[in-house]
């Protein structure tokens, strides 16, 4: 019976570290709008857009110009981040980055929504 508990006790300590190794490992501990920070590149037409949701102030600079925002959600679900936008009429416009991965899961590109158009975003450099 002793030697009966120590197996089970064994087995279900061995069972928690497993799951503990999967929880952790699945996610290295770094927040998606840390993850997706730094400058992109379109990939239609010509320009950049450079994203900056890691350090204060929060800003995204598309077509030259610097767009003040704030996170409004982050949906680790769906990997998005959805912004809250200063715009230029002083409106504020939810703008929202969506992290896709390749199937390997070594990069991955974004998909940018907004004022009404979407369009793909890869790392400076990759295009």
Known sequence: MRRSLKIQSVVVTVFAFIIVGMVVGCGNGEKLET????SYQRTQGDGT?????????MSLVF?????????DNVDMGNNTVHLK???????????????RWDD???????????GGTQETLVPAGQS
């Open 85 to 99: 936008v200063a715009t230029d009429n002083g409106a504020s416009e939810e703008w929202v980055l969506q992290q």
């Open 35 to 38: 993850q997706i920070s730094g």
């Open 49 to 57: 857009v450079e994203v900056n949701l890691d350090k204060s102030p």
């Open 104 to 114: 390997n899961g070594s990069s991955f590109k974004l998909t940018f929504s907004h």
């Open 63 to 71: 077509d030259g110009k610097t767009y003040a925002t704030t996170i």
